[in-house]
């Protein structure tokens, strides 16, 4: 992003990279696995949001959308301002349920 550019909200990043994503429930399932798809896999492995600092990069999952995304600390102060409880562990924010997170470990090709 350049100075010059606007800010883009993460609703709007997912958008415009949802072309590159892996349709939820496209990995192959084990027998006797249940229907969950793997990004709700890995949100089951993240933190509750009620331990989610803003100012961190990391990575969050949307509830909504069934999608993990890099969180950008430069949204913090909006999530701040609007973000508001939805449940126990859940944020609701930008149109999107925020129901886990997870630090970015570089050096680990999927981040994890």
Known sequence: MTPDEPMRSPRAEMTSSAK????????KR???EDDVSARQADAYCMNLMD?????MPCRVHDKVNDQIFEWNPQWASMFR????????GIVAWDGLLLD?????????????
């Open 20 to 27: 590159n994503s892996v349709p939820a429930g496209s990995r």
């Open 30 to 32: 084990k027998p006797g």
């Open 51 to 55: 331990t989610f600092d803003p100012d």
């Open 81 to 88: 301002e609007y973000g508001a409880k939805w449940g126990e």
């Open 100 to 112: 886990g997170w997870t630090p970015i470990m570089h050096g680990h090709p999927s981040g994890h």
